[in-house]
DNA sequence: TTTT
DNA sequence: TTTT
């Protein structure tokens, strides 16, 4: 078994931070590729791919990338599903991203950083010591917007029973 | 702007064969692909991976594939949208595979081709000339059990207005 | 089988662009991709890849990528061996890219495109017409600096046997 | 800076395992991986690809796979250079394995391991602790043809200088 | 609504 | 409901 996807392409939008209850950071966003190939009508489409990151990786990608942000994505497909609104079933399909390179040039807004800083996110490491770490950590660069984050459940994946939180708190 | 991915698994059921109007053959099947760690639960759970091939693949993959076929797929991540039945708006993403890959050992059911015979669907030509092969081009190996298959758009990805079939048609 | 690599990095020097008996354009350059991690030393080292494009994506490469450009690369690992100097056989690992990406900004030196124009080099198609375009279509933005160019045999990648050209035309 | 490959072929040939002077396992083999076209004689040719991969992933595959096996390798592209007997600087390409999936049917030999097993040897930790194992952990299904297995440096990959061991200890 |  |  082999699952395997890499992304290169824009953010639709800024990132989204989140924290589950045991304060493991997750980050999501849009991420819009466009095709390398036009249309009958002549026209480049894009495919627009969302994702998932977890822990520091996910603080970076709220920290330094914004919407029109060119980003690499390393990761893996994961599907999901759980009880819609209307009480139907409803099918994720989104690319969890185990490292996220920041493709900006280094002139850009935000990154002025000095010297030899690296650009990648790298990690989601398997078993962080959690608990701890809530709400901290978050010194970022860019003030990260989403104050007063929310909460997920510390599987976002798993759809698994009671969680105590709402729809609304699900990465998409 | 990159988008590239690579699966191993195993089908969930025998691939589906249909073909547009203009005759060109297009196959639906969904990829389980085991995950490479366990949940809390200590279970190893799986994702379950929508793929679209065109073309000659497309008849490889419905002549040489069944449920429980492991495959490879090499491909990129594509996303739709459409008008539900309800009327909402659906997103839908799904693997584009350009090549398939047949896994399954030469000692296999179905495969008793000799020698040199190769395992892969490669392919996917861009621009093959369309509209006179429609129907044709089926002598399958193992029969292939959708006989009066269903026409869908020339391009199901399009979701492009005027489609005179029915949401059935469509892949997925 | 399968065989599949993405890369994304900068180059080391100009790309070199050369031309077979034929007329089939073949660009070479070596991807500098930085390693994720540190080594003992606290360092971040780089991994060096030899690249391989042919036909319009290589003429592209040569057009618009130079030293330090940033660019990504969808392709495959090709292995080849030739009859070295001295007589021993020398084992050559490279990438073949099927497509280049530039991953510079736009605000770029030699970048002044305007609008919509696309910044990928996609296709090597598997059979173009050969032989006629010898030399040609090398009308370049940024003038190439292989001038007198060399030519190189039909596939550089063979070794096979009769080679009328010197070891200075094989790529890399 | 992106850097993955993904491989599915077949061992050219079993294989081998060593262990630095600290204990930490890597083992090396090849995978020849067919191509999807045939060259102008009509023949399938293969690319044959040197593979590395560190610690309980390198036991497993000298326990499991053997010649012959087809097995898929998800990692990166690596390269390192080292001074050849001759005093010239020889330049070596490779993958680092960072998961290995053994695709052989669960009929094949040596693979008689009930119910639920795994098939993937997935990991490569960063930071295991290393030095105590040394020689260990080597209890194989498959009785490891490489007793009085050889001693590599720590990491073989940074040519770091003082190493006193031959060159016959180096991966490949 | 899923594979082995 | 999308990026440049």
Redesign the interface.
Known sequence: ?????????RLTKDPELRYTPSGVAVATFTLA?????S??QGE?EA????CVVWRKPAENVANFLKKGS?A?V?G????RNYEGQDGRRVYV???LAE?V?F???K??SGNTGGG?R???F?GAP?REPQGSSYGGGNQNQRQNSNQGFTRVDD?PF?GSGQIDISDDDLPF
């Open positions: 078994m082999m699952n395997r996807v890499v992304l290169v392409g590729v466009n095709r390398p190939f249309n009958q480049r495919d627009f791919i969302n060119m690499g390393d893996r497909i994961q599907t399909t989104e690319v490292s390179q493709l900006e040039p002139n850009s030899g690296s650009n990648d790298y398997p599987d798993a």
